[in-house]
């Protein structure tokens, strides 16, 4: 089954909009959510996340070894993995190198793409802002920007989510035709 990327900005709806699909979806969901309760505002939104998810679905929370968690998702299940960013952030903090986490995106991938069933992966768009002014949030925006990229290069189905739309984003040789005229 495909694997589809949402990418967007903070708040732009890309949760909202796997929820949508995994709602859709005839078959049990399983949730893995990488956000960790470091203080009290994540922990009030990991709340209100959980409350806005159905209680028959399965949910994973598993900052660090998202490989292991959807190799663990039984046969059947759709998967929602939420999010990258802060999967990448909790790797940073942790002090994994950016080789080690690029290792760590292509077997969570490789994970996802072997399944026959859905997998949504979430995921923030962070280079379309401004330039970071610190070298520790310019290396995490490169990094989850290359991250990203390794999804996107192996993903179905790339949605853009902006204001809660979705923009289906192309591969550049998709393109090739219609901007060369051929």
């Known amino acids: ?12 709806g890309k949760s909202a ?20 309760a470091r203080d009290e505002e994540m922990t009030a939104r ?3 996340h959980r409350r806005e998810r159905p209680s028959h679905w ?6 660090i070894e998202i490989a292991k968690a959807l190799e ?6 759709l998967v929602i993995v ?9 790797l940073m903090d942790r002090g994994f190198s ?15 793409v072997s399944r026959a069933w859905p997998v949504v992966v979430v995921t923030n768009e962070v280079g379309a802002g401004i330039v970071p002014d610190n070298p520790a949030a310019r290396a995490f925006r490169d990094l989850l920007g290359s991250i990203n990229s390794i999804f996107a290069n192996e993903a179905r189905h790339v949605l853009f989510v902006a ?12 393109v090739f035709d219609d901007v060369l005229d051929r």
Do not use: H, Y
Request: hydrophobic residues 45%; glycine residues 8%.
């Open 1 to 12: 089954m495909p694997t589809t990327l949402l990418i967007g900005g903070a708040r732009s």
């Open 17 to 36: 909009l796997a929820l949508d699909l995994a709602v859709a979806f005839d078959g049990p969901v399983t949730f893995i959510a990488t956000g960790e």
């Open 46 to 48: 990991i709340e209100q």
């Open 58 to 63: 399965s949910t994973i929370e598993e900052p």
């Open 72 to 77: 663990s998702v039984a046969d059947g299940a």
């Open 82 to 90: 939420d999010c990258l960013t802060l999967w990448v952030s909790n």
């Open 98 to 112: 950016e080789k080690e986490i690029g290792d760590r995106a292509r077997d969570a991938l490789k994970a996802a």
């Open 163 to 174: 204001a809660g739309r979705v923009l289906s984003m192309k591969r550049p040789e998709e």
